[in-house]
């Protein structure tokens, strides 16, 4: 099994910075890529990034282009999530996942999911 564990979330005024991390871990570790998702309240699940774990390429919901960098620390097995000039609608938990196949975006396609953390973007 699988093991994501997320951290760094917090409250931050519009405009501030956060970095997430997610720390992956088990012996069936060996995905193919791993991205963030983030849920509203009252929203579904949406798309933010991801990145081919071995090769580093990396997509971006248009929402965020620009503002959030995703990146990983193979040696590490961690994620992370740089979000830069946040704003008020960034406001949601966000979600470290890893998928087996080449990244998606789709919820359902991931294998495998952390609890959350809560970012919270308010004056």
């Known amino acids: 099994q699988v093991q994501l564990v997320e951290s760094g979330g917090g409250l931050v005024q519009p405009g501030g910075s956060l970095t997430l991390s997610c720390a992956a871990s088990?012996?069936?570790?060996?995905?193919?890529?791993m991205g963030w998702f983030r849920q509203a309240p009252g929203k579904e699940r949406e798309f933010v990034a991801v990145?081919?774990?071995?090769?580093?390429?990396?997509r971006y919901a248009d929402s965020v282009k620009g503002r959030f960098t995703i990146s990983r620390d193979n040696a590490k097995n961690t994620l992370y999530l740089r979000m830069n000039t946040l704003k008020p609608e960034d406001t949601a938990v966000y979600y470290c996942?890893?998928?087996?196949?080449?990244?998606?975006?789709?919820?359902?396609?991931?294998?495998?999911w952390g609890q959350g953390t809560q970012v919270t973007v308010s004056s």
């Open positions: 996942t890893a998928r087996r196949g080449v990244g998606s975006l789709r919820p359902e396609d991931y294998d495998f």
């Open positions: 088990g012996r069936a570790f060996s995905p193919i890529c």
């Open positions: 990145i081919g774990w071995n090769d580093g390429t990396t």
